[in-house]
């Protein structure tokens, strides 16, 4: 191609072009340039004037991030959770907005303040403030928004906070969760290839201490022991004992020890284990199915007078015969006490055992021992005391003019919480539907009749001995 410019501009011309040129290309760099410049500029006096105002602002902030997107793992997540319980309960009282999630295992909804809002708290005369707040994913993942609770508080009281509040709020956290955590029963299993623990079901037995039918002077006492226990941690680790505590209900059929043993689960949040001393093959197999039983749980044996190879083996023993018979496939006294021994609760949580019998003189001393069965309450018949406390669950009634002649009835005769609550029950709709006095009336009458058929029976007795004398 034929190069026709210099021929309608002259050799003038093209030198202006080329200046032009110069001029126009070093433009764009000089643009290039500042803008480059500007921008990190920018980013510096940014930076800059972030760094200044930090450094001027009083207070401190720390994240607890939802997840382990920034690569902090599992750990993380136990950390929001524990924040996010912590503060369900004083978000209920302070925060405006609410949401509530429903969490895997857990009874009711955990109320957590919705993204935006805060709630503020206090720690040994600290104020510190807790907000919701929510980011916008990185680049690699923009739909996935990022949430967090930014813990704000003055930097003075920096000591006080990291370390102490942050403790107080995992603890306090954890406990929440684990009281608002639903319960479970299990019960061991025999196979062929050895024991295990089964999951039966939720465990949502209604019974609470205030509705057992009990003194409230020993009412208070157990539940005193069983909230001490529960808190033991300290106390267990500077004494170096396993974290565990052996409770003996006993007393005749219908006094309460199963009541009483849901009524526990329920006040520590407690998993319970059903042990089925008579379904269990061996000694091993009874130490394996002990080592599985997870702590914050309730291992129970009820009725243990019930095994024959448990009960008094001792006696046995020293008359030579049981000893000779006995064989690896079976459960003895020895191997009970051995997996009692053993059983070891880590540092997280204890072990509560409870035993039930409604024949506490059958059971070997051995057994009974503190250290094995540390505690010892006897489930007794009815008294006027809780009598009350069946009146007011089963019919509401807290006082009535028929109390008094119920209260001697009690003295005299002796009748099973069980039975004075069958009499109690007919109102609330099952069977005939009788008002509050027609049932106290009735239980007069039943009160009665027991007190009749005993005078009778102690004097057939006193007859019978008079008899024999002459
Ligand atoms: N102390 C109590 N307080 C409240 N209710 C009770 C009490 N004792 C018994 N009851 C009532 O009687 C029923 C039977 O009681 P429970 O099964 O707890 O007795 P138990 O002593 O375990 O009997 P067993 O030795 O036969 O197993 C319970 O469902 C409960 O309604």
Redesign the pocket.
Known sequence: MVNILPFFMGQEGMSQMGVGMAIAASMVVLSMFQQFLLTHLRGYIEWFIGKLFKSMDPNVKIRFTEDSMDGSGPRNHEAYSAVETYLSAKCAAQAPSLKANSVRDVRNPVLCVDVGEGVSDEFNGVKVWWSLVEEQGDSYCVSRKKRYYALKFPKRKRDTVVGEYLGHVMDEGKAVAARNRQLKLYSNTSTRDGDYWNCIRDFNHP?KFE????EEERKEDIIDDLIRFSAGREYYRRIGKPWKRGYL?H??????????IAAMANLLSYDVYDLELTAVQSNADLKRLMNRIPCNSILVI??IDCSSEITNQREKNNQGDKGARRTQEEVTLSGLLNCIDGLFSASDGGILMVF?T?HVELLDKALLRTGRMDKHIE?SY?GFE?FR??AK?YLGIEEHELFGRIEELFKESRI???DV??ELIARSGIGEDRGGEDCLNKLIQVLEEKQREEAEAEAEAEAGENGECK
């Open positions: 019974a509705t057992l039918a009990m209900l007393g005749p059929p219908g006094t309460g020890k199963s009541t009483m009820e009725d039930t409604n489930m009815c809780a406390i069946l669950n099973t919480p069980a609550a069958e």
